[in-house]
């Protein structure tokens, strides 16, 4: 019976999508970053993280909007006209606001994109202001799964990813607090635990193979240790070798 409607919403939506990537030029792609080998992965989040940002618009909108409506009620109970010439701006300002955040909810979710490759890991999200952030998994201490009682309703949890020295980071405008320099934070995941183990699989991989570029001083202390009858003359020879490579690759 309501999908006339949901088809007529997911049509709106559909053309607000499109004027805001055009009008922010937000990219429509998740984004890429380099890889060793393999293709990268890209993960986005679980429809129920969408319900659960559904869930907290009716907890804040929906009380904001019956007070307007019980102080309209009790003008009409004494003022039959102004509560009639009241109507046109009280409509505007419940639904206004309403339409606002149910599209920037729709937005938020629509934006957020998760990024792995075989040496990092990238998150993107925002609109007005888009914030990237990028680990290496050189960098990366610990890997957890949180999610609480209300996450657990939705069938989400969060995967937090924590470093050392911090990741890199890639911000168009003010930083944001969920975004720091030493966390990254993939929200909204229902397959969290599955995700964390591929996640720590390439950590392992990463350091065993030596992918990441953040310790070019602990490479010259393998080179070093592996073979201590070298002289200095072949370590920076060695280095300079290393350092073509790279640039080559």
Not at 122 to 143: D, K, L, P, Y
């Amino acid at each position: 019976m309501n999908r006339p409607v949901d088809a007529a919403a997911a049509w709106i939506y559909r053309g607000v999508w499109a004027s805001v990537v055009a009008l922010f030029r937000i990219p429509p792609d998740p984004p890429t970053l380099p890889a060793v080998s393999g293709p990268a992965r890209s993960i986005r989040p679980s429809p129920g993280f969408l319900r659960y940002l559904k869930f907290f618009f009716w907890l804040l909108f929906v009380p904001g909007d019956v007070l307007p409506l019980i102080a309209w009620g009790a003008i009409y109970t004494q003022n039959v006209t102004l509560a009639l010439a009241l109507i046109a701006p009280l409509v505007v300002i419940l639904i206004a606001p309403d339409v606002i955040a149910y599209v920037a909810i729709h937005l938020r979710y629509d934006t957020t994109w998760y990024v792995l490759t075989d040496r990092s890991l990238r998150i993107r999200r925002g609109i007005w202001v888009m914030h990237e952030t990028t680990i290496s998994f050189e960098n990366v201490q610990n890997v957890e799964v949180r999610q609480g009682p209300l996450q657990r309703y939705f069938g989400i949890a969060d995967v937090v990813v924590q470093t050392a020295g911090g990741g890199a980071r890639h911000s168009k405008g003010e930083s944001g607090a969920s975004l720091s320099a030493h966390i990254g934070i993939l929200q909204g995941l229902d397959d969290a635990h599955a995700v964390r183990t591929m996640i720590l699989d390439r950590v392992r991989r990463s350091r065993s193979t030596g992918l990441g570029d953040d310790h070019p001083h602990r490479e010259d202390a393998v080179l070093a240790s592996s073979a201590p009858a070298l002289t200095t003359t072949h370590v920076l020879a060695l280095r300079e070798i290393r350092d073509i490579a790279r640039r080559l690759s």
